[in-house]
């Protein structure tokens, strides 16, 4: 048996024990392909939903370059991830939420949360990290993977087309084509825009990236410019 898939945008939630459906602003149903648009120095992202009933072992995602006919955007410029799932086990009722009833039904529902890369993307030789991967029903049925596609500034517009490949104890299973367009503007380099955001340890201790970003950016730059990717 092979896990079923779903292909899903980068605004939903697809929790761990609830039906998926495709996204028809990011899959075409009749020819199977996933359809993707952006601008230049852009990220674009959507998620692979798989889906098992049983037990899956040595699962894998991988995507070829990018071909479009000026030039080719190189498979590197893909960052893929796997959504780790929590299950809270106390409802979430928030005083700014309506009264009594919980602002999201998360109690006993996994839901997918922290996004673990395949691969190590502070190491030179991108060791393995969350890839390949498991499917535990007894955890949750569903199993999210996060696609980030970054295209470059100055990249030619036009439409570019792909693969992804599923794959299970090294073998493909399934094939789906990818395409992505292209639009002929740059998004600005630049944020002129003053964001505050908090990360939060498994303490429960919060703390201010921003301040300490201040005061030593070099060392501090990798891992805020990859929680603000999230």
Known sequence: AVPDLHVTGDMEKAAGDQPVQNSPLYFDAATQTITLES?????VAFQLVLSAGQGEQRLDVRINDLAGTATTLSAANVDLFLAHYIKPTAPADYSWGP???GVLPWKN???PDALIPFR??????REPVAAPFSILPGEHRNQSVWLDVFVPAGTPAGLYK?????IQQDRV???LPLQLKVYGFDLPAESHVDAFGELYRETGLMFDTGAK?????????DISRRYIQM
């Open 39 to 43: 601008a230049r120095n852009e990220v």
């Open 99 to 101: 009264s009594g009833t």
């Open 109 to 111: 529902t996994a839901w």
């Open 120 to 125: 190590d993307p502070y190491s030179s030789n």
């Open 162 to 166: 792909s693969a992804v490949y599923l």
């Open 173 to 175: 299973f399934l094939t």
């Open 213 to 221: 970003f201040k005061v030593d950016p070099a060392s501090e730059w």
